[in-house]
């Protein structure tokens, strides 16, 4: 338990029709993403008990593991009613939640944008809303005597707070939404450029994006994952990047979640490129329809337009067979692939020589800079946004060879001594056609 944070070991519980099936694994696959560790799992198939929604051996079987292995959450993978949901919490003693919350939980982690945020408040909400209803209604009809704690008045103040806070939300999106259609995306100005990281959950984007920062996979409490585990300045070939773990591709996602879901995943379409993370490791079937969901759906957001990268991940758990048949059955719109393991290391030079490749271009610059105001702040500069190769300091000047943004290179050209400036642009290796 060294390493993972107190109160992150949750069980898992799918409660289903005899016309269902089972749906533990992705539910385990959600936790995993949300920063759990799934340490308990229990499926039955059954109708819902009014009371439990499992039945009840299934109850104390569950009460007993809670107990014993210091479980902090209960997630269901299907809904609950209130009435349910308050009566579990009350024979576990620990909090129960559904997949929906998961999931919201799993936005909130990766959203950046205002609207992201305000939106998946506002989904969350809309979920509470029955609930804070059904909530007025038990309390009002003395069933559930200090339901959630709430009297009667109680309840009632609660369920309008929560209307009056859909409310005022819904009004702020539509005017965020209105400002949007004639405010210019100030996220470019710092050129540094951003690589999202896509791809369907447990693709290994995780994996991928602290193979490429170098940072340790952090796993903490929800409150305390910060942005900068999902966003971080790394160098590709010398060249800064900020990479960004996006959400992600989830299936199934509910109904009530959609439009928070996509507004998060519109940060996509805010970069610079996409490096699409795909398993290789699944039959080549699901390689093939789960990149062609991906492949529309980045086109769905507005990101369709955007350089793209296919990294073809887990190589480790194939043959070479299985891999040759993925390259050859799969078509990849003429993306450029490349195999690798985020987890081993393998054809990590090769992707970063790819993304390298369709990072917006840089203009080469050889110049002589004068002493004098901003010059180090300038060089400075150079440094964090560009690459530089040759630094001389002479008497009167100091001599620089760089690879620079084009804005930055146009700054430079500005203060440059006359006749002793050129800017060439860069010559880029040719890119896959596509
Ligand atoms: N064998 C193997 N496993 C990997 C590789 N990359 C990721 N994984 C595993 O796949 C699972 C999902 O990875 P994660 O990075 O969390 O995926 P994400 O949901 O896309 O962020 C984890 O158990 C990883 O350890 C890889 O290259 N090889
Ligand atoms: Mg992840």
Known sequence: MVGLAQGRRVAIVHRYYPWESENLDELEELCRTAGYEVVYRLAQRRFPHPLYNIGPSKLGELKEAVRRLGISKVIFENELKPVQEYNLAKELNVEVITRVRLILEIFALHATSLEANLQIKL??????L???KEKVRLAKQGEQPGFHGLGA???DVYYEEVKRQIQTLTRKLE???RRKAWETRARRSTG???VSLAGYTNAGKSTLFTRLTGSPAVI?????TTLSTKRRTTRVNGRPVNLSDTVGFIRNVPTLLISAFMSTLMEIAESDMVLLVVDASDPVDEVRNKF???????HQIGAGHLPTVVALNKIDLVSGEHLRRVLEEVDFRGLRVVPISAQRGDGIPELLDAIEENLPRLMRLESRLSYGDGLSSLIEELHSKGRVEVLEYFEDSVRVVAEAPPELAEKVRSVSLTGSFRLIEQVQHTRSPG
């Open 123 to 128: 989904a969350a909400l809309k979920y509470e």
């Open 130 to 132: 029955p609930r804070a």
């Open 153 to 155: 008045y109680e309840a």
């Open 175 to 177: 005017e965020i939404k």
């Open 192 to 194: 540094i450029p951003t």
């Open 220 to 224: 903490s409490d929800a409150m305390f």
């Open 292 to 298: 062609e969901v991906s492949y529309s759906t980045l």
